[in-house]
């Protein structure tokens, strides 16, 4: 399995929300999960285009699954997210939320990777109707 | 028996309750820390309690938010705050409370904190996110150090469950004094009252209760004593000083001692 974190404007950036590619452990909102923090245990502030996954930490169950290593995380950028929602849409005619966008943009490498035979099932937790305006504010297009 | 435990058996013997005066640590930046708690002692404060500022203080409301950014701002660091506790206990030699949210210590590593803590010879730790169900590694740091665990308890404390926190409490039991954040409030409700009834019958003879949140003037401070608490923390109210006066020192001191003075005034039971 894969988790897909936003990058929002890349990992070295600081304006992203990538808490277990470049967190670490900390107790933050009641929950031990990995955190966007400094070397005092101070919360950072976060960046990214979707709104849902605009914090600085993941739930719990995904620092689990990486700890068992039962899940391997990887993240995409802004720009990814993006190209991501546009291909769906035009390609399959489902418009998906940004915070999907970035599993769809990790599964556009990913398949790549793969054999013609093989399969992937991405989880599109939400639509993305909501995000169109979004988009095309990012795109620079009126609306 | 603690310092903590110590004071407020003074206090109890003379027919008076604490007066817990809350600043946070580094507002508005280090070097004012050591005058404002001299100013707070002088007014008559029993106990120091001073915040290790947070970048997410869930629990304040925006008087300490504020508070919090601007020690952040300055730079303000959780040994900076151990280490002006350590001050203020050296010169002044009375009981000095930390409070901090649970990420600083997890951080630092809960062995390390309490080993600093120690060392700066703090008497206890107040951590509002930090439930009795997940301290057990804190409360035996804290007792293998000898440091007391402050615990909270709120209205929706349950009495079954107050009773595990109670166990799990030494020095005294935070009170929360009702639904929501820290904040300066108007009146004392009755809710209030109700609840340190509630808590008393569970609390006597074991552990010291002092009730904060919202608690800011004498009115408060006596009634809350006379429903039979043994102390009342004040954190708001102190720091809306801090914030109003910052950029006049003399100004700002000379309010917080007026201030301290008339809560310890209300404080003790003959008034």
Redesign the interface.
């Known amino acids: 399995m894969y988790g897909v974190e936003a990058a929002g404007e890349g990992i070295d950036s600081n304006k992203h929300a990538a808490a277990i590619g470049a967190g670490s452990?900390?107790?933050?909102?009641?929950m031990?999960t990995y955190?966007l923090?400094d070397?005092?245990?101070?919360?950072?502030t976060t960046h990214s285009i979707s709104a849902g996954l605009d914090y600085p930490g993941v739930g719990p169950e995904h620092s689990f699954l990486k700890t068992l290593r039962r899940a391997k995380y990887f993240s995409a950028t802004d720009a990814e997210t993006v190209e991501a929602f546009c291909v769906l849409s035009k390609e399959e005619g489902i418009v998906p939320a940004l915070e999907s966008s970035h599993a769809i943009a990790f599964a556009i490498k990913l398949a790549r990777q793969m054999k013609r035979n093989e399969t992937i099932a991405v989880t599109l937790s939400g639509r993305g109707d909501k995000d169109v305006e979004v988009v095309a504010d990012f795109m620079g297009v009126n609306i | 028996m603690s310092d903590l435990a110590k004071v407020f058996q003074r206090l109890k013997a003379q027919g008076d309750g604490a007066l817990i005066g809350y600043v946070t640590g580094g507002d508005p930046k280090p070097e004012f820390t050591p005058m404002i708690a001299e100013a707070l002692i002088k007014g008559g404060v029993d106990i120091l309690e001073l915040g290790i500022p947070?970048?997410?203080p869930?629990a304040d409301g925006p008087t300490i938010q504020a508070a919090s950014v601007r020690a952040?701002e300055a730079g303000t660091?959780?040994q900076m705050v151990l280490g002006m506790g350590g001050e203020v206990k050296n010169k002044y030699s009375l009981p000095i409370v930390i409070l901090t949210y649970?990420?600083?210590?997890?951080?630092?590593g809960v062995e390390r904190f309490f080993r600093l803590a120690k060392s700066f010879g703090i008497d206890g730790i107040v951590v509002p996110?930090l439930p009795v169900e997940e301290a057990e590694a804190y409360c035996e740091a804290a007792e293998s150090w000898g440091v007391d665990t402050v615990f909270l308890a709120a209205p929706s404390t349950s009495n079954e469950r107050l009773n595990r926190i109670v166990e799990c409490t030494s020095g005294f039991l935070y009170v929360v004094s009702h639904f929501g954040v820290t904040g300066a409030r108007e009146a004392l409700e009755d809710s209030t009252v109700q609840l340190i009834q509630r808590f008393l019958p569970c609390t006597t003879g074991r552990i010291p209760l002092a009730v904060g949140f919202g608690v800011s003037k004498p009115e408060h401070a006596k009634g809350i004593i006379a429903s039979g608490a043994d102390g009342v923390i004040v954190g708001s109210a102190f720091v809306n000083i801090v914030h109003k006066h910052q950029s006049n020192v003399e100004k700002m001191l000379e309010e917080l001692e007026l201030m301290a003075g008339r809560l310890k005034e209300a404080t003790k039971r003959y008034m």
């Open positions: 452990e900390g107790v933050f909102h009641g031990l955190v923090q070397t005092e245990g101070q919360i950072q | 947070f970048s997410d869930i952040l660091t959780p649970f990420n600083p210590i997890f951080r630092m996110d």
